[in-house]
């Protein structure tokens, strides 16, 4: 389980010795122009870079940079900087992003041929376990698993929200979108 909380790494070390579930050290961090999960870090990736200034510290923390959510309008990175940067996989399914965006991550994920997350963007613990990766059997630390995921052997999979849920979602977020200057997260 990667615990990609927005620019905070707490979570990894407070559950990383459980006993029961493997989990990865990663962050979404909140570049200048939107969203990008870090895989296999090792310590806080500092908010607000550009993306290539957020890749590289990425990559500087020992982790890999995914393209998080590539067609969430407010958040995510958009198509061009997706295809434009060069990230080291894409979340190509997230179980807060709409069905048509879903898709389309997808598609984009596979035309660029590059490893594949899919992530819950659980912002409640009952929608933890929404957005998963399915991957081999056998693999016993954090370090395989995202070893297993940087060599494409991860099937992404995601429940989507339901239409009323979408719809409750757009607002609110549109209204703090307003609130922050119609700036990104």
Same mark, same amino acid.
């Given at each position: 389980?990667?615990?990609?909380?927005? #620019? /905070?790494? $707490?979570?990894? +070390?407070?559950?990383?010795? #459980?006993?029961?579930?493997?989990?990865?050290?990663? /962050? +979404?961090?909140?570049?200048?122009?939107?969203?990008?999960?870090?895989?296999?870090?090792?310590?806080?990736?500092?908010?607000?870079?550009?993306?290539?200034?957020?890749?590289?510290?990425?990559?500087?923390?020992?982790?890999?940079?995914?393209?998080?959510?590539?067609?969430?309008?407010?958040?995510?990175?958009?198509?061009?900087?997706?295809?434009?940067?060069?990230?080291? &996989?894409?979340?190509?399914?997230?179980?807060?992003?709409?069905?048509?965006?879903?898709? $389309?991550?997808?598609?984009?994920?596979?035309?660029?041929? $590059?490893?594949?997350?899919?992530?819950?963007?659980?912002?409640?613990? +009952?929608?933890?376990?929404?957005?998963?990766?399915?991957?081999?059997?056998?693999?016993?630390?954090?370090? +395989?698993?995202?070893?297993?995921?940087? /060599?494409?052997?991860?099937?992404?999979?995601?429940?989507?929200?339901?239409?009323?849920?979408?719809?409750?979602? &757009?607002?609110?977020?549109?209204?703090?979108?307003?609130?922050?200057?119609?700036?990104?997260?």
């Amino acid at each position: 389980m990667a615990i990609t909380d927005h #620019n /905070e790494f $707490k979570a990894f +070390e407070d559950l990383k010795d #459980n006993g029961k579930v493997i989990v990865i050290p990663a /962050e +979404e961090v909140s570049s200048k122009d939107g969203h990008i999960v870090a895989l296999g870090i090792d310590r806080q990736i500092t908010r607000g870079m550009s993306i290539q200034e957020t890749i590289d510290a990425i990559h500087e923390a020992g982790g890999y940079a995914i393209a998080a959510h590539p067609y969430r309008w407010w958040s995510g990175l958009g198509p061009r900087n997706t295809k434009k940067y060069d990230f080291d &996989g894409t979340e190509a399914l997230n179980a807060r992003s709409i069905p048509s965006a879903n898709i $389309k991550s997808l598609a984009l994920a596979k035309k660029l041929g $590059k490893p594949m997350t899919a992530g819950s963007d659980a912002h409640s613990p +009952e929608r933890v376990g929404w957005g998963y990766v399915e991957l081999p059997d056998g693999l016993t630390t954090w370090q +395989e698993v995202v070893q297993a995921i940087m /060599e494409g052997k991860a099937v992404p999979h995601s429940k989507s929200r339901g239409f009323i849920r979408t719809l409750r979602y &757009g607002i609110k977020s549109i209204g703090q979108w307003m609130f922050r200057g119609f700036r990104k997260m």
